[in-house]
């Protein structure tokens, strides 16, 4: 009797392991993507009673890049996986045209307005190095640039305008533009150009829409 005690136990026992014995996976995403709720994405294998099992990815933030723990538990048993977001994505970036003075020092951080993108900070390139020629005279250029985040992401090449000009000439602008704005009564809802100096150079930029970048 005591040997088929035994042998009942053996039984159970080996039915409460496979029953037991789910895997996770090591699972890689996209910065930003929503993660899926189907408790079957994150098991290696497949199982048909999934209302038993609980996921957990309330430490998941896909906002963030690096690797997160999330559990799954069945039957009293919890088991951890790992979430590793990444980012994959060039930079979404919003072109500045700048009006500079010939003497100026240029930030080439100036040449864009805003970088949206899971991994900052962006960093503007030269596509070529001898646009910064165009500092010695006044004229109207075009410059190639290019916009990477720190995870290595590019974007393609963008054209950007400088307009390079005296002083004066810089001055004429920023007065014309002040006037203008004196003519709304409802200058939070104005929506034309104003000028912002930054390290002498300046750039356009829309009213109420302030610089979300990190050079």
């Known amino acids: 009797n005591l040997l ?8 159970i026992l080996i039915d409460y392991y496979k029953f037991n014995d789910f895997k996770l996976k090591n699972i ?3 910065a930003g993507s929503v993660l899926s709720k189907n408790v079957n994405d994150y098991l290696k294998t497949e199982v ?21 723990t999330y559990n799954i538990s069945h039957n ?33 951080g100036e040449l864009i307005k805003e970088c949206n993108d899971y991994s900052l ?16 005279k006044n004229d109207d250029y075009e410059i190639k640039i290019v916009v990477e985040d720190s995870a ?5 090449e963008n054209s950007v305008n400088v307009h390079v000009m005296e002083k004066e000439k810089i001055d004429e602008i920023k007065i014309i533009d002040l006037e203008t704005s004196h003519f709304s009564q409802d200058l939070e809802n104005l929506d034309v150009k104003y000028y912002i100096k930054f390290n002498k150079a300046f750039s356009s930029i829309e009213q109420n829409s302030v610089p979300n970048i990190s050079i």
């Open 76 to 108: 009293g048993v919890k088991k951890n996986g790992v979430i590793n977001v990444v980012d994959t994505s060039p930079p979404i970036v919003t072109i500045n045209d700048l009006y500079i003075e010939k003497t100026d020092n240029f930030y080439v």
């Open 121 to 136: 900070p962006c960093s503007v390139i030269l596509s070529n190095s001898e646009d910064l020629d165009f500092l010695s």
């Open 4 to 11: 088929l005690i035994v042998i009942i136990l053996i039984y």
């Open 48 to 68: 048909k009673d999934i209302e038993n099992f609980k996921l957990d990815l309330s430490k998941v933030n896909t906002k963030k890049i690096g690797d997160y």
């Open 152 to 156: 290595g992401n590019k974007t393609e």
């Open 28 to 30: 890689s995403v996209e």
